[in-house]
Nanobody, 116 residues
Framework: QVQLVESGGGLVQPGGSLRLSCAAS????????MSWYRQPPGKERELVGSISAAGGSKNYADSVKGRFTISRDNAKNTVALQMNSLKPDDTAVYYCNMAMGLKNYWGQGTQVTVSS
């Protein structure tokens, strides 16, 4: 019954901004760390950032530090990824993730394309 649904992807020019959102249901959202991953075409999936259950602790990949911000709204069961100063290398399918013990749950992904 766990469900994660990403939205907000699209085509954006280099230097632009985009905000992704993940709507969660089927579990106690406020009890779990949430993460964003991305997978460029032909490459491995990589961790973009994560946020603790209460939102007090955040981690980011070096490639996005200073440009991306992860946040969550536990009252709305959503986690967001604000992406600024986007680069072509940010082009990827972005996934919402929740780890429950050793089991991982994934959304369907949303495409982000950064191109002129």
């Amino acid at each position: 019954q766990v469900q994660l649904v990403e939205s907000g992807g699209g085509l954006v020019q280099p230097g632009g901004s985009l905000r992704l959102s993940c709507a969660a249901s089927g579990f106690a959202f406020s009890s779990y760390r949430m993460s964003w991953y991305r997978q460029p075409p032909g490459k491995e999936r990589e961790l973009v950032g994560s946020i603790s259950a209460a939102g007090g602790s955040k981690n980011y990949a070096d490639s996005v530090k200073g440009r991306f911000t992860i946040s969550r709204d536990n009252a709305k069961n959503t986690v967001a990824l604000q992406m600024n100063s986007l680069k072509p290398d940010d082009t990827a399918v972005y996934y919402c993730n929740m780890a429950m013990g050793l089991k991982n749950y994934w959304g369907q992904g949303t495409q982000v394309t950064v191109s002129s």
